[in-house]
T-cell receptor, first 111, second 115 residues
């Protein structure tokens, strides 16, 4: 079964700095991967998804992720952090249409 | 497209009581999912429906839990004889069945606190 591992439970960045959130997957077949964001006391909002059409996936709010098969990775990046990016981010894979989530990475943005 | 809605947003109950949550999916979506999220963790799959048929249940869904989607539209999740370990955020998601995979859109969740 496919699964994902998020490296780093907390990331702190300065406003305007690069945001890099790490996600590795384990799978023997091409995975379908997602990044979701969760603001405090809210549900999950889809940022972007990978379905093998392109290795570089652009999402909402300036985020993008690159699928690297050689590294089994699907890291999420944003060139310049904004205060509104403070939230929890989840990487997820799909198994028979069911999402399997990583433990999440909390992002804090310093002014 | 009004999004997925869930009611109530918050529920506080005493141990041993029954609770019921409701989820209204995006109108044209034929799949509906329930997940549970405990503090500091990612959501975990509980069950899902395609139209009114419940296709799969996780082993996390004990006999005290029951979910229905009677007319293939809204869904309810009932927990009987609640326990403190049931305290969590219960998330609903809906999707339009697609190949190779559909995209799930989440509601705001219902936060359950069992005292």
């Amino acid at each position: 079964a496919q699964s994902v591992t998020q490296l780093g439970s907390h990331v702190s960045v300065s406003e305007g700095a690069l945001v890099l959130l790490r996600c590795n997957y384990s799978s023997s077949v091409p995975p379908y991967l997602f990044w979701y964001v969760q603001y405090p006391n809210q549900g999950l909002q889809l940022l972007l998804k990978y379905t093998s059409a392109a290795t570089l996936v652009k999402g909402i709010n300036g985020f993008e992720a690159e699928f690297k098969k050689s590294e089994t990775s699907f890291h999420l990046t944003k060139p310049s952090a904004h205060m509104s990016d403070a939230a929890e981010y989840f990487c997820a894979s799909v198994n028979d249409y069911k999402l399997s989530f990583g433990a999440g990475t909390t992002v804090t943005v310093r002014a | 497209d009004t999004g997925v809605s869930q009611n109530p947003r918050h529920k506080i109950t005493k141990r041993g009581q029954n609770v019921t949550f409701r989820c209204d999916p995006i109108s044209e979506h034929n799949r509906l999912y329930w997940y549970r999220q405990t503090l500091g963790q990612g959501p975990e799959f509980l069950t899902y429906f395609q139209n009114e048929a419940q296709l799969e249940k996780s082993r996390l869904l004990s006999d005290r839990f029951s979910a229905e989607r009677p007319k293939g539209s809204f869904s309810t999740l009932e927990i009987q004889r609640t326990e403190q370990g049931d305290s969590a955020m219960y998330l609903c998601a809906s999707s339009l069945l697609d190949y190779p995979t559909d995209t799930q859109y989440f509601g705001p969740g219902t936060r359950l606190t069992v005292l």
